[in-house]
């Protein structure tokens, strides 16, 4: 069993499988990874990019592989000492006809045996029958959908169903007898089999029976059905006549198909009808993505078995958890899974099999110590990192500097709260109206709030949450009272803003806050509970949808900071310390969590980000530039009825993104080895993603209603401004420009990869970052990887290495430095980094963490820390927002010239030590008088971070 120490993450799809999986393991091994990180593999919809549209969750996807070529992984890895880590999607399933499971719930409905496994809203319990479920898949209002005749009644594999282009929709069997009714009358041998569907029990009612029989009764009569259609033309050209009866140009054609519909367990319905009237839970406001009610231990135990299986058998060694957040429960959802692991693999540690969770953390917000995980995936790790590399004076000039360009006075706060709000008015409010109508049934009387003011409160609270959602069950005695906290100050704060009646929101805290009066029936306390629980289930979309996919695209002064779990107003000041304080916490309580810089989720990938911090060491540059580019590109701009197109805002976003992804050198130096900046792969990367980023926003355009003449005016803004025959002056300033920052961007990212390959923690590798890469939120960070290339370079680095002796290896490191736009330099930390950690796994793996400062003129632009266990102990190293120190932003920042004088002071325990450099094989000795030191001329001799092991 492999005990992980480093992952790598790698995106599956059909072009590449399980097998391609495989051959990358003795690269992954001698690069130093412990286990592979796997995307979902279980069956998911057909063609997709990504795998977490799970359409069986006991199968694996096909288009990935078969369950030998996952063994053949299995024993690969193994035979190489390392492991698997296997991406789960416990939240939520993909609708359609390819998932069984749902078909038969829009089969049989409420009496499906499937019915509770899916987060539909069937209505008040004590309802005469249940709601239908809404089902936004039609391009068009259902009455011109049946005009053109795009709806139309089908036999096809046995069984009548509703098809609507490549859509399927089953009917009810019990429905099936007024569709053979249609076609006069029946033949004999059918009119047995048509009496046993019209005895069938109804889906609701006092005549309903248990899921499991009625679907066996209607099974048995339509597997008769189809056998006397097979055998008998009679019995199939009825089955003809019956079927165009249904067709619009019969008379009366129309209004059977309508009346069919109509007694169907779901409703056919306009896509955009769905923030509105949707009644089943989405994963965010996808509605092909159901949300799954993971509580009932059943769902647990069927969706997991397979998985759970390959975890027993030793082919998956950890699993990390997609959307913690979705799930009702989060911390009863990991202790079963914690505890089915366990029966399944036996008593092992979070080293041995780990399960991470995706936990979007606040600055202020831990994760819940009783929770049974190894870590979140490391956001928070990633943004305090990044704060690292920017400079607070810089950053501040340059958001007054945005303000004045973008003409905007809005802070950053007020945009995410604009931003919640809107998500809340328009693509979640039927999951606001779901929660108004529970909580109106809780507090409902003759002095009561109206349901509007209630749903004004509800959102006011969310609009005001300060963290992704809380986790209030005072049932169980894990109940937080910082979550009770939290809400509180939700409740004041809306409170403050006026936008609720005070009523409302006293009403909402006594629900929320569980303040019963005395006395109350338990099933009055369970109706409280359960709106609680659903108050904060929701929380979680509110903040991804309004904070991440809004208002990060809306205020836009340094898109670095705009990342995932990011505050991009959060206080520079003492970065260090921040992040000093972060590793010593995880170090002590999640020394196992996972470390993440680049993931298949980030806006942008690390190394875009490293190169846009360098904006804050330029800032004045950087508005010059700016306000130069926006003159000469004028003529480019277009209209938008009466708007200028780009808007300043948008033009800004897009003036960023282009000196964070602009090629090294002007031609590519990235994942995919791009041509030339002003290629048609470049320009169309950059029209999807400036796209992409205008509908999220939702300022001009959206995804709901595409602005179509915005779009194609700011396509045509890029294309123009990307053409060197209509853009040369600019063009020309702007690969300027980006010379000046791009090397001390590429710093950046080396000391941010030296930082997360050794702090406390599971570092991990997204797929291709072992070069530089420059790419942007999905589907962008998800192009083919150059897995040759990289291979090639690992060869060269490592025989190189190995060959030579200690000159000659920090001649290496000194090439490398002086030639960083190849990429190397940044394999070459790496594999060194892995190399030490599998060498010190326990230094790694459980040291302590001690932070170490810096004396000297550069001390601010040193970030380093020690790491012991018993007596074997190791220093990190880094330089940080060094454009300011090597000036012309070509120079290394590295020798005695940017050094000198500068040194770290190590505590009285060092005093003595002699450490071995990873990246150079130099023996660095420290300095006893006047106390222990370390020269950083010595230590950042040849490259610009260090991994020092002290020698034994």
Request: net charge neutral.
């Amino acid at each position: 069993m492999a005990r992980v120490r480093a992952t790598y993450r790698i995106q599956l799809n059909s072009g590449f499988g399980l097998g391609r999986v495989r051959e990358l393991v003795p690269y992954l091994e001698q690069l130093g990874v412990s286990h592979i990180y796997l995307s979902p593999i279980l069956r998911a919809r057909a063609g997709s990019a990504h795998g977490y549209d799970v359409v069986d969750p006991n199968a694996l996807n096909p288009e990935l592989g078969t369950e030998a070529e996952l063994q053949e992984l299995a024993a690969t890895l193994e035979a190489a000492s390392m492991g698997a880590v296997l991406d789960i999607v416990p939240n939520h399933m993909a609708t359609g006809a390819e998932n069984a499971y749902w078909m038969d719930v829009l089969k049989h409905g409420r009496c499906s045996r499937y019915a509770d496994w899916f987060d539909i809203d069937w209505g008040p319990p004590r309802a005469r029958r249940p709601y239908r479920i809404f089902l936004p898949v039609l391009g068009d209002r259902l009455a011109r959908v049946l005009q053109r005749g795009e709806l139309e009644l089908a036999y096809r594999d046995g069984e009548f169903r509703l098809e609507y282009y490549d859509q399927i929709f089953p009917i009810d069997p019990a429905t099936v007898p007024a569709v053979l009714d249609a076609g006069g009358s029946a033949p004999a041998t059918l009119e047995e089999i048509v009496s046993a569907l019209r005895s069938l029990p109804p889906r609701h009612g006092p005549a309903a029976r248990d899921g499991a029989e009625r679907e066996a009764w209607a099974s048995a009569a339509l597997a008769e059905l189809a056998a006397h259609v097979a055998a008998s033309a009679a019995a199939a050209d009825h089955i003809e006549s019956a079927i165009a009866a249904f067709d619009l140009e019969v008379p009366g054609g129309a209004k059977r198909l309508r009346r069919l519909l109509a007694a169907q367990a779901y409703r056919l319905a306009y896509w955009r009808r769905a923030a509105r009237e949707i009644n089943y839970r989405r994963f965010f406001t996808i509605s092909h993505l159901v949300a799954l009610r993971m509580e009932h231990p059943a769902v647990f135990r069927t969706t997991h078995e397979r998985v759970l299986g390959w975890v027993e058998a030793g082919t998956i060694d950890g699993l990390r958890i997609d959307h913690v957040d979705g799930l009702l429960d989060p911390g009863e959802y990991l202790e079963r899974l914690r505890a089915a692991v366990t029966e399944r693999r036996g008593a092992t540690g979070d080293w041995e099999t780990p399960i991470f969770v995706e936990k979007i953390l606040a600055r202020d917000e831990r994760l819940p110590d009783e929770w049974p995980v190894a870590g979140t995936t490391g956001y928070a790790f990633l943004n305090e990192v990044e704060d690292l590399f920017i400079d607070p004076a810089g950053a501040e000039r340059i958001e007054a500097s945005y303000r004045t360009f973008a003409r905007r006075e809005i802070d950053f706060r007020a945009v995410a709260r604009r931003g919640k709000r809107l998500v809340l008015d328009r693509a979640l409010g039927a999951e606001v109206q779901r929660l108004t109508r529970h909580l109106h049934e809780i507090v409902s009387g003759a002095d009561g709030p109206a349901r509007r003011a209630l749903a004004e409160a509800i959102i006011e609270a969310m609009v005001c949450l300060s963290v992704y959602r809380t986790y209030m069950n005072p049932r169980r005695p894990d109940h937080r009272p910082s979550d009770r906290a939290r809400l509180v100050r939700a409740l004041e704060s809306a409170g403050q803003r006026g936008r609720a009646p005070v009523a409302a929101l006293d009403a909402l805290r006594r629900a929320l806050l569980l303040q019963e009066p005395a006395g109350q029936p338990e099933s009055e306390r369970a109706r409280r509970l359960a709106f609680t629980q659903r108050f904060q289930q929701t929380c979680g979309a509110v903040a991804a949808k309004g904070v991440e996919d809004t208002a990060f695209y809306v205020h836009v002064p340094l898109l670095s900071r705009n990342e995932v779990g990011g505050e991009p107003d959060a206080d520079l000041g003492d970065a260090v310390g921040t992040l000093h304080e972060a590793n010593r916490r995880r170090a002590m309580h999640w020394p196992a969590a996972m470390l993440g810089a680049s993931t298949h989720d980030t806006k942008r990938s690390a190394d875009v980000r490293a190169r846009i911090d360098v904006l804050s060491e330029v800032a004045d540059e950087w508005s010059d530039r700016v306000r130069c580019w926006h003159r000469w590109n004028r003529d480019h701009r277009g209209q938008s009825g009466q708007r200028a197109v780009p808007d300043r805002n948008t033009e800004y976003h897009y003036y960023q993104t282009l000196v964070g992804v602009w090629p090294l050198g002007g031609v590519g130096a990235d994942v995919n080895v791009e041509p030339v900046a002003g290629s048609d792969l470049f320009r169309q990367r950059l029209e999807s993603y400036m796209e992409k980023a205008v509908r999220e926003a939702k300022q001009h355009s959206n995804w709901i209603e595409p602005n179509v003449e915005f779009e194609d005016a700011l396509r045509r803004f890029v294309r123009l401004t990307l053409s060197p025959e209509t853009s040369g002056r600019f063009l020309a300033d702007l690969e300027g420009f980006v010379q000046r920052v791009a090397r001390p961007g590429l710093w950046n990212s080396l000391a941010r990869t030296a930082v997360q390959l050794t702090a406390p923690g599971t570092p991990d590798c997204y797929q291709g970052d072992e070069l530089w890469n420059f790419s942007l939120v999905d589907p962008d960070n998800r192009r083919p990887v150059d897995f040759e290339r990289r291979r090639q370079a690992l060869t060269g680095l490592a025989e190189a290495w190995s060959t030579g002796t200690e000159p000659d290896r920090r001649e290496l490191a000194r090439r490398l430095a002086e030639h960083p736009e190849d990429g190397r330099i940044k394999m070459f930390v790496i594999w060194r980094a892995l190399q030490t950690r599998r060498s010190e796994p326990d230094l790694f793996g459980g040291g302590d963490y001690e932070p170490i400062y810096a004396t000297g003129p550069a001390a601010d632009h040193v970030f380093a820390f020690a790491r012991r266990h018993r007596d074997r102990r190791a220093l990190t190293v880094v330089p940080r927002r060094v454009a300011s120190l090597v000036g012309d932003g070509a120079t290394a920042p590295t020798g005695p010239g940017i050094w000198r004088e500068t040194e770290l002071k190590l505590p009285v325990s060092l005093s003595g030590v002699t450490w071995k450099h990873a990246f150079t094989d130099a023996t660095v000795s420290t300095l006893a008088a006047p106390s222990p030191h370390l020269p950083l001329a010595d230590v950042f001799s040849e490259l610009p971070a260090a991994i020092l092991l002290a020698a034994e």
